[in-house]
């Protein structure tokens, strides 16, 4: 975001007036269009409200916008009294559409970490730099040179696909063939396809209550009719699946079974049985997206459902994004080979296929020497960061926060008590400096917290659980 140079002779407020015209003569506010009130202007820019107060007032004097009581501020229709041209009106092109926007707890989260680069996150979902094996990566692309940068196979990357044949035959149990595997951007994009593709609008689906699924638009956006399955100590009932399948007739079940987001439960063996068992008896199939389960801190990941479906129930979504890089934006679906031939054919409608870069580089880490060391490093950082988090968390809160202590992943889901406003609580923590993500957006009741310790750096952990801890106190009073 543009910010208004404070060593330059000119004025702030001219500087801020000059930017806003420029953008309305860019078209980035058409006319009629609505602008920043002056609070949030100021908020953003980090100048003091009467500095915009100035500059609209510029603006307003050439005729450039114009301000009502009750209605805000707005780019004018008739500057200087000329007859407007046919603008389109791109309020209603933006509301339009079938594809609806992110929840806006998670607009608001990416507003403040755009505005405000300082804050101490434990909102991304991702690793931070520190866990990222950025210096192996680094060299296998010096190192390495690929005379291909046109199209590729819609499907992915072959050397990248016989690469996969091997880590999940040697670190999840599966056993597949390249034919069976489609390359995709990450996991959601996994997600899209399957929703787009194989599921009709008005279909009814399963997913975990909570559940990262339920903070992804693209499901509502495809007219899918979401019904929960409960998600205790051991994960989800194979019972909820039944009834949920004989009173709505669900066509799929959405479940991540592996230290869970938001949770960071793993479903129970048992459970995992039965779970099959009621697949394989409905023809019901069952979407696994396992992000999570090399993260394990006793390096030994419970096995993926996939592992044990004797009869392609399951389709089994993978990635690099929580266990290497997220940047590299690779991920991985293993798939009966009619499905895989069918999101190919729609993926190649849609991007034309994944760079060959990123996936040249992610076939070429699984295959070095590299991976392991990589793995077993992440494991131990992430249960030090674990342990720093718990012990912020007791130190600070020791009556106020309640939680299941994860054997892996990347998150902390907490309970609060008493229960508290989410949206208070989220903006006295920004204001304070720390960031989170409310436990609503996963479809939980207000008073749930997920905390990500994967992101901040290991000597943020402790000052970041102290400022939330005073957000909280403040919030409760």
């Not at 407007?84 to 707890?105: D, I, Q």
């Not at 996991?187 to 990262?212: H, K, M, N, R, W």
Request: net charge neutral.
């Amino acid at each position: 975001m543009w910010k208004p140079d404070r060593d330059s002779s000119q004025p702030l407020y001219q500087q801020i007036a000059d930017d806003i015209e420029r953008r309305i003569s860019y078209g980035e506010f058409p006319p009629g269009s609505q602008l920043p009130s002056e609070r949030k202007l100021a908020e953003q820019l980090r100048v003091n409200r009467s500095t915009v107060v100035l500059a609209y007032s510029e603006l307003r004097a050439l005729g450039i916008i114009e301000s009502r009581s009750g209605s805000g501020t707005r780019v004018s229709r008739h500057k200087w009294g000329a007859t407007p041209k046919h603008t389109p009106n791109w309020h209603r092109y933006v509301e339009g559409g079938s594809f609806l926007p992110n929840p806006l707890f998670l607009r608001r989260i990416r507003e403040a970490l755009q505005q405000d680069k300082t804050l101490i996150d434990f909102a991304s979902g991702e690793l931070g730099a520190d866990l990222s094996p950025v210096k192996e990566i680094n060299t296998i692309i010096d190192k390495n040179y690929t005379e291909y940068l046109g199209y590729d196979n819609p499907q992915g990357f072959a050397p990248l696909r016989e690469a996969l044949v091997a880590y999940l035959s040697q670190y999840r149990g599966i056993h597949t063939t390249e034919s069976s595997i489609l390359i995709t951007s990450g996991s959601q994009q996994s997600l899209y396809l399957i929703t787009q593709c194989l599921l009709t609008p008005g279909d009814a689906v399963a997913i975990e209550d909570p559940s990262y699924c339920y903070s992804l638009p693209m499901f509502q956006s495809a007219g899918l009719r979401l019904f929960r399955l409960p998600v205790d100590h051991k994960g989800v009932r194979s019972e909820d699946v039944y009834s949920l399948y004989k009173k709505h007739r669900i066509k799929m079940v959405f479940i991540n079974p592996n230290f869970q987001n938001p949770t960071g439960t793993f479903l129970d063996e048992e459970r995992r049985k039965q779970l099959l068992d009621v697949a394989s008896e409905l023809g019901l199939p069952i979407v696994e997206d396992d992000p999570f389960s090399l993260t394990a801190y006793d390096g030994s990941p419970p096995r993926p459902l996939k592992s044990m479906d004797s009869i392609g129930s399951v389709l089994y979504i993978g990635s690099f994004s929580k266990i290497a890089a997220s940047g590299l934006r690779v991920g991985w679906m293993v798939a009966p080979h009619t499905v895989v031939e069918r999101l190919a054919d729609a993926r190649q409608q849609m991007d034309f296929g994944l760079s060959v870069v990123p996936q040249q580089v992610a076939a070429q880490f699984l295959n070095s020497s590299y991976f392991q060391p990589h793995l077993s490093n992440l494991r131990m950082q992430l249960l030090y960061k674990r342990d720093l988090l718990i012990e912020a968390l007791q130190k600070e809160l020791p009556d106020l926060i309640r939680f299941t202590v994860p054997q892996g992943g990347l998150h902390l889901w907490c309970k609060v008590i008493p229960e508290v406003n989410d949206s208070k609580l989220l903006e006295e923590a920004i204001r304070r400096g720390v960031i989170f993500v409310p436990g609503s957006v996963y479809g939980s009741n207000s008073g749930y917290v997920r905390i990500t310790f994967a992101r901040p750096k290991a000597e943020q952990i402790v000052p970041g659980i102290a400022k939330f801890a005073a957000s909280l106190r403040a919030v409760l009073g």
